[in-house]
C-alpha cells in the first residue's frame, strides 16, 4: 500500500511511488510532481520539518487504512459515541455564575 500525501502548494492530494522515488529523481513529501518540478526550476528547497511531518501524516494514514483494511470489524466498535454532549456541564459552572453569587 502506498502514502497517500497532501500538496502544501495546490492542496492536492498525490500518490508518490513506494520507495518515494520518481524516474526522474526523490520525490517530495510536501509538493506534488508538477508542484515539485516548478518550485525545483524555480530554486526552490522543501522544508525539512514540513517534510518530516508531511511523512509522519501519511505513515500514520496508511497505518489506519492497513488496520481497518485488515480487521472490519473495528469499525463497528469505533462507531460508539458518548452518550452525553461534552460542552453542556462546563457551560454553566463557568466563572461568570459564581463569581457572582459569592460577590
Ligand atoms: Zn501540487
Same mark, same amino acid.
Given at each position: %500500500? !502506498? %502514502?497517500?500525501?497532501?500538496? &502544501? =502548494? +495546490? *492542496? /492536492?492530494?498525490?500518490?508518490?511511488?513506494?520507495? %518515494? &522515488?520518481?524516474?526522474? *529523481?526523490? $520525490?517530495?513529501? &510536501?509538493? +506534488?510532481?508538477?508542484?515539485?518540478?516548478?518550485? #525545483?526550476?524555480a /530554486?526552490? !528547497? =522543501?522544508?525539512?520539518?514540513?517534510?518530516?511531518?508531511?511523512?509522519?501524516t501519511a505513515? @500514520?494514514a496508511? @497505518?489506519?487504512r492497513? $488496520?481497518? @483494511? @485488515? =480487521?472490519?470489524a473495528? &469499525? *463497528?466498535? $469505533?462507531?460508539?459515541?458518548p452518550?452525553?454532549?461534552?460542552?453542556?456541564? !462546563?457551560?454553566?459552572? *463557568?466563572?461568570?455564575?459564581? !463569581?457572582? #453569587?459569592?460577590?
Amino acid at each position: %500500500m !502506498r %502514502m497517500v500525501f497532501e500538496c &502544501v =502548494e +495546490c *492542496g /492536492g492530494h498525490y500518490l508518490p511511488p513506494e520507495g %518515494m &522515488v520518481y524516474p526522474d *529523481g526523490p $520525490a517530495s513529501p &510536501v509538493w +506534488c510532481s508538477p508542484c515539485q518540478t516548478s518550485k #525545483r526550476t524555480a /530554486g526552490l !528547497r =522543501e522544508d525539512p520539518l514540513l517534510a518530516r511531518l508531511a511523512l509522519a501524516t501519511a505513515r @500514520a494514514a496508511l @497505518a489506519r487504512r492497513a $488496520a481497518e @483494511a @485488515a =480487521e472490519p470489524a473495528a &469499525v *463497528g466498535r $469505533a462507531d460508539v459515541r458518548p452518550s452525553r454532549p461534552p460542552l453542556s456541564r !462546563r457551560a454553566r459552572s *463557568g466563572p461568570g455564575g459564581l !463569581r457572582g #453569587r459569592l460577590g
